[in-house]
């Protein structure tokens, strides 16, 4: 099967005055079609930047300085500007971390939602605003005509999100990237969304990339994960593998972080915070807060090393 994305190599670095913020440095993984990875890591990572670079939404002073972004066949990073805005929202859409900030407060939703269609499939607007009620009513709004009518700051945090998802669906793309799509929802509603997004990769066929720092949410919705710190790939593959058995200090140091209610919330804290991307560790970047970290760790960048098809870990400890 053909791979749908390939990310090989990818740097993303942020010039400013004095230093660099080398804020992906060297990240390489794929996604199959109709599949779900899920990209964590703690904050500071380069999660979310991973996720921009893969459809060149940087901002100066950022810049793409290396690498491939390989989208059915087509290498992302060579074509232009014009072909770019024909594919964001198309073939890729984007479901952003703080819906309100992506939603115009002064348009309607109607507005905002059919001229994605309009644009993208060259539609009239009453063949757009039929396929948007049909979306809306699909990711579970109550009585679409009259959200298609409102403002977005008279809707709900999770209304708003539940839009923005609508509207990255709503031209059948192959590919959605979702950067933390619950954050700043109460419980109830990010499970309502992530319930909503595994039932609609099901119906629709999308693959999606989960961009998260919390490890329960890619176990419930992910396929695979791609561990992230401090700019690397520290270890990647199937959810359930990583969960049984991660090879990664970084991975099992995560895994013990999280509260597990069979075992009355208890967790353990990983000492030490992410290092300063503008000066990172030499060696493995996570051996300053590793408790099984050797000398050549800290001279040594460890390469990823493939152990089976799907299990990929940059750590010195697994031959």
């Known amino acids: ?11 993303t670095y942020f010039y400013l005055r004095k230093s660099t913020v080398k804020a992906v440095d060297g990240v390489s993984f794929w996604m199959e079609p109709g599949e ?9 990572s380069g999660k979310s930047v991973t996720a921009l670079s893969v459809l060149r939404l940087i901002d100066l002073p950022g810049r793409i300085v290396e690498g491939q972004v390989i989208f059915q ?3 992302l990073l060579s074509t232009t500007e014009e072909e770019m805005n024909s594919l964001r929202g198309g073939a890729i859409s984007m479901i ?12 309607k939703v109607e507005t905002q939602i059919t001229r994605v269609h309009q644009v993208h499939k060259g539609s009239s607007f009453r063949e757009a605003w039929q396929r948007a009620l049909e979306f809306l009513h699909r990711v579970g709004i109550p009585d679409p005509e009259r959200v298609m009518n409102q403002y977005p700051y008279q809707l709900s945090g999770g209304m708003c999100q539940r839009v923005m998802i609508a509207m990255a669906l709503l031209c059948e793309p192959n590919l959605v990237i979702a950067d933390e799509p619950t954050t700043g929802l109460d419980v109830t509603i990010q499970g309502q969304i992530l319930k909503l997004m595994r039932d609609l990769r099901r119906e629709t066929q999308a693959a999606q990339l989960l961009v998260t720092h919390d490890l329960g949410v890619a ?16 270890e990647m593959g199937r959810v359930d593998e990583i969960f049984r ?23 353990q804290t990983i000492p030490g915070n992410v290092p300063d991307p503008r000066d990172p560790p030499p060696g493995c970047r996570f051996h300053p807060r590793c408790q099984e970290s050797m000398e050549i760790c800290r001279t040594e960048e460890p390469p990823v090393r493939a152990l089976g098809e799907d299990r990929h870990v940059a750590c010195h400890k697994v031959g």
């Open 1 to 11: 099967m053909e791979r749908l994305l390939e990310i090989r190599g990818l740097r």
């Open 36 to 44: 779900m990875v899920g990209l964590v890591g703690e904050s500071g």
């Open 73 to 75: 066949g087509r290498d």
């Open 96 to 107: 952003f971390q703080n819906p309100r900030s992506c939603l115009n407060p002064v348009l």
């Open 219 to 234: 176990a419930e919705t992910c396929d695979r994960m791609v561990v992230m710190y401090c700019g690397k790939v520290m």
């Open 245 to 267: 058995e991660p090879l990664h200090p970084y991975t099992e140091a995560l895994l013990r972080s999280v509260p597990d209610i069979r075992k009355d919330f208890r967790t």
